[in-house]
């Protein structure tokens, strides 16, 4: 016997050929909804759990889960496995955490596809994966002004430097404040 699954449209379909006792195939279909809360999702709730923790970033716990949520969440992609624009978002946040640029740009084409799709909270995700795409490739400033760096002489982390070029109204279609107020937030940290 001989399966195939296929994801979209919110449905998982599977396809089944197999040889009866008579020498014949026989083909069968079967769909299913995709369920509510895919395994991407949960993926997701707990990459946000574990950085919900105080002194999360101290902790030698996250860089093996986020690694093995990394792993997961590729295969999935490859798999086909996202469906819903939250899937994309989901996908998008764990490869966000990622130290390689390449992961960090298919975040920021995941979260834009579920940005075009409708999902309103993935217009800061776009933007936070762009910034840090240009942070990690050594650029001399982020666009949208989302990301951070820790100095090393105080420990305290700082606003990486923004581009003064990207206007207040870019960072409003996305959802994101005012540059005066980002660095205002900064400066009360």
């Avoid at 100095?151 to 581009?163: R, S």
Wanted: proline residues 4%.
């Amino acid at each position: 016997m001989i399966c195939i699954h296929r994801f979209g449209f919110g449905v998982r379909i599977t396809l089944c050929i197999n040889c009866n006792n008579k020498g014949k195939f026989v083909v069968s279909m079967e769909s299913t909804p995709h369920s509510p809360k895919s395994e991407v999702q949960s993926l997701f709730e707990a990459d946000q759990k574990d950085r919900s923790e105080p002194n999360f970033e101290d902790s030698d716990d996250l860089a093996d889960h986020d690694a093995e949520r990394l792993i997961r969440v590729k295969e999935l992609i490859q798999e086909g496995s996202l469906i819903t624009p939250d899937d994309f978002y989901a996908a998008s946040m764990i490869l966000h955490h990622s130290g390689s640029v390449e992961d960090i740009l298919q975040a920021h084409r995941l979260a834009q596809h579920a940005m075009q799709s409708g999902l309103e909270k993935a217009k800061w995700l776009t933007a936070a994966t762009m910034d840090r795409h240009l942070m990690m490739n050594g650029e001399k400033y982020q666009k949208y002004g989302t990301q951070y760096r820790k100095n090393q002489e105080t420990g305290k982390y700082v606003l990486y430097p923004v581009d003064p070029e990207t206007s207040d109204e870019e960072r409003v279609k996305l959802n994101l404040p005012a540059l005066s107020e980002i660095k205002r937030e900064w400066d009360d940290n």
